[in-house]
């Protein structure tokens, strides 16, 4: 027999729900897990091919500052879904955090980001863009205290970032890599 689920108990119900399930195991055992479930979320690197640069962001990161690290890194767009396609979704969290419109995404893939710990399934896009596509400052939405600030970095930047360890986002990294598989002309100086 597969393992299933033997019973859930809700811990705290916020922005994200943390659970205790209690799961009875292929051969009959019980074990309890915590369970960190919030939803479907989505990132995307949005880059510009002709100035060979990428739009990322900055926020406060609260588990960051509670680890040690810092309050805040680079990363790319991202944020959960809101009863809507992964599609647009994407496009409206990269409208909110970056100013930009985007018209098309390029999927990269769909995969769990911490599956010990959360539910979280991610929508991982590429997205091309020019300097028509910038209609707002970005910044976040106030209401929800995102203080988001948007960076512009040239490509070739962000892979020396990679090579000294300073991009530690797992999102960005990802995104990263598969912009370089795809568009290895971009990241030439």
Known sequence: MPAQIGGVRVVH???ARFLVVEVIQSDGTRISREVEDHGRAVAVLPYDPVRKVATLVSQLRAPLLYAGGPDSIIEAPAGLLEDEAAEDGAKREVGEETG????HLDPVASAWSMPGL?????DLFLA???EANRVGAGGGIAAESEAVTVH???LAEL???VTRGALADMKTLVLLFAL?????????R
């Open 152 to 154: 512009e970095i040239p």
């Open 159 to 161: 892979a020396a970032m």
């Open 180 to 188: 370089q598989v795809r568009r290895p002309d971009l990241f030439a």
């Open 128 to 130: 091309s863009y020019s």
């Open 118 to 122: 959360s539910t979280e399934r991610m």
């Open 100 to 103: 930009l419109v985007l018209e």
């Open 13 to 15: 119900d916020g922005w």
